[in-house]
């Protein structure tokens, strides 16, 4: 069994900053890529940014030079880094892994989520 927790969101001003965390724990022989996404009220959800194993990064539009995403392999963890935060980034934020659990099979696991408000 594989979980991923996540950690760091919360109310913040227009311009602020937050960091999400997000670990995996459970049956990991390997991580493949991890990532973030968000889905807002009456939306889809949508990716924020990921990362591979090797540190490849990709982001939306959306938050190119304002987020920032990196990752901890030795403790399974991966974070978000979000300044000059705008409304519109309110959302909920959910972390995806792609899991090896071993050497032969790999699976996507979903965090539970974490709220985002961007609000004055």
């Known amino acids: 069994q594989v979980q991923l927790v996540e950690s760091g969101g919360g109310l913040v001003q227009p311009g602020g900053s937050l960091r999400l965390s997000c670990a995996a724990s459970?049956?990991?022989?390997?991580?493949?890529?991890m990532g973030w996404y968000r889905q807002a009220p009456g939306k889809q959800r949508e990716l924020v940014a990921t990362?591979?194993?090797?540190?490849?990064?990709n982001y939306a539009d959306s938050v190119k030079g304002r987020f920032t995403i990196s990752r901890d392999n030795a403790k399974n963890t991966v974070y978000l880094q979000m300044n000059s935060l705008k409304p519109e980034d309110t959302a909920v934020y959910y972390c995806?892994?792609?899991?090896?659990?071993?050497?032969?099979?790999?699976?996507?696991?979903w965090g539970q989520g974490t709220q985002v408000t961007v609000s004055s």
């Open positions: 459970g049956r990991i022989f390997s991580i493949n890529s």
């Open positions: 995806n892994a792609n899991i090896r659990t071993t050497m032969f099979r790999a699976y996507d696991y």
């Open positions: 990362i591979t194993e090797s540190g490849r990064t």
